[in-house]
């Protein structure tokens, strides 16, 4: 039976050079070997406890 | 809006120890690369190709001892380290954020003696990837 891939997760906001990832972001899994390398806390395989981390953008005005 | 930023000791971590009492410049800055779509109707036009090369460069003083930069710092030449930079040696925060990246340790110089003088020298190397930042 074949296994499927697993999904990484960013477990908080934060920025990768100009991009802005959100919590609950699924990442690519370039991205996800890439900023665990680094951060390894911002990467996670939980997607909805990650999402719920989410915070809530500031209005326009 | 607030006023703009004036440092006055940030963090610059290389390989886990920071060298801000060494440093007399830390910089972090990104140069999109540029595609050329010159045509007759828009000479010289250059647009971002989305590509985006993070340069971070650090002007050290130099001095040597057990925990000092010569000394730590030539052991890890060559190697791929672990940066930490805040624009603030406190807590990261919103006013306070925080980028993470490897990057290549160049060799370093080892002296530029002159009478009383200090050895001064800026390294410059290119991250390994997109710097991640953070304010949490």
Redesign the interface.
Known sequence: MATRPKKFFAA????????RIRAGDELSEFDAV??S???PD?VTDDGPKAAANKKEEPADG | MAEPYVYQKPFVSIGGTDYVCMATRVALT?ADQMGDASTFCYPGLQIPSGL?V?TFEVTIKNGYGAAEFWNAVSAIETTKV?FVVRPDTGTIGVTN?QA???AYVPTIPFMDATPGGTHEFTLSMVTV????????
Do not use: I
């Open positions: 908080q906001d934060f920025g990768l050079g100009r991009r890439h900023v390398s680094v951060r911002l | 990104p985006v993070w672990a954020p993470d990246f490897n990837g997109d710097p991640v930042f953070t304010t949490v």
